[in-house]
T-cell receptor, first 115, second 114 residues
Framework: AQSVAQPEDQVNVAEGNPLTVKCTYS??????LFWYVQYPNRGLQFLLK??????LVKGSYGFEAEFNKSQTSFHLKKPSALVSDSALYFC?????????????FGTGTRLLVSP | SQTIHQWPATLVQPVGSPLSLECTVE??????LYWYRQAAGRGLQLLFY??????ISSEVPQNLSASRPQDRQFILSSKKLLLSDSGFYLC?????????????FGDGTRLSIL
């Protein structure tokens, strides 16, 4: 069964420093991978996705993610964190060609950026 | 551009009362529609999905039901709410047949059962 793991409940980083939010997946076949961000009392906002091609994908708000097939990882990164990046981040995986677009979400990682 | 609306934003209901949450999408046709529940601000559980009018699939057995009376309208209902139905309910849509397309979420309804 497809699954996705976010091993860190919370990540703390100082403003201006680089940030990484980790995600690993377990699927058979080639996965489609997504990152979402959720601010308090709001829905999830799409940040970026990996479908195929270049392993480094760029998304909204200066975020990027690196797909690593050998390590089955899709870590979210940003070169310089902002206080406004503080939010809950979700990684999700979709197995292609399995009918409707069912996403399996990780449990989320809370990012706290301190001034 | 496409937009998704959910209402109400918050709802407080007594145990045993009925429920109706509504979600509508604008700016697209024949979207795939989804209802999720998010417990304690963390993991998302897919409750229902729909690929067309009148076509509803349930992911988990529960006290809730869903309906899609129009192409861009998705309704979550219950005849009698339980305490365990409390949570944050999110509606989402994605493009028809778009395996690689992201899902787009509404701002949710926070449901509290007393």
């Amino acid at each position: 069964a497809q699954s996705v793991a976010q091993p860190e409940d919370q990540v703390n980083v100082a403003e201006g420093n680089p940030l990484t939010v980790k995600c690993t997946y377990s699927v058979s076949g080639n996965p489609y991978l997504f990152w979402y961000v959720q601010y308090p009392n709001r829905g999830l906002q799409f940040l970026l996705k990996y479908i195929t091609g270049d392993n480094l994908v760029k998304g909204s708000y200066g975020f990027e993610a690196e797909f690593n097939k050998s390590q089955t990882s899709f870590h979210l990164k940003k070169p310089s964190a902002l206080v406004s990046d503080s939010a809950l981040y979700f990684c999700a995986v979709r197995l292609p060609n399995t009918g409707f677009q069912k996403l399996v979400f990780g449990t989320g990682t809370r990012l706290l950026v301190s001034p | 551009s496409q937009t998704i609306h959910q209402w109400p934003a918050t709802l407080v209901q007594p145990v045993g009362s009925p429920l109706s949450l509504e979600c509508t999408v604008e700016g697209t046709s024949n979207p795939n529609l989804y209802w999720y529940r998010q417990a304690a601000g963390r993991g998302l559980q897919l409750l229902f999905y729909s690929v067309g009018i009148g076509q509803i699939s349930s992911e988990v057995p529960q006290n809730l039901s869903a309906s899609r009376p129009q192409d861009r309208q998705f309704i979550l209902s219950s005849k009698k709410l339980l305490l365990s139905d409390s949570g944050f309910y999110l509606c989402a849509w994605s493009k028809e047949g778009g395996d690689s397309q992201p899902q787009h979420f509404g701002d949710g309804t926070r449901l509290s059962i007393l």
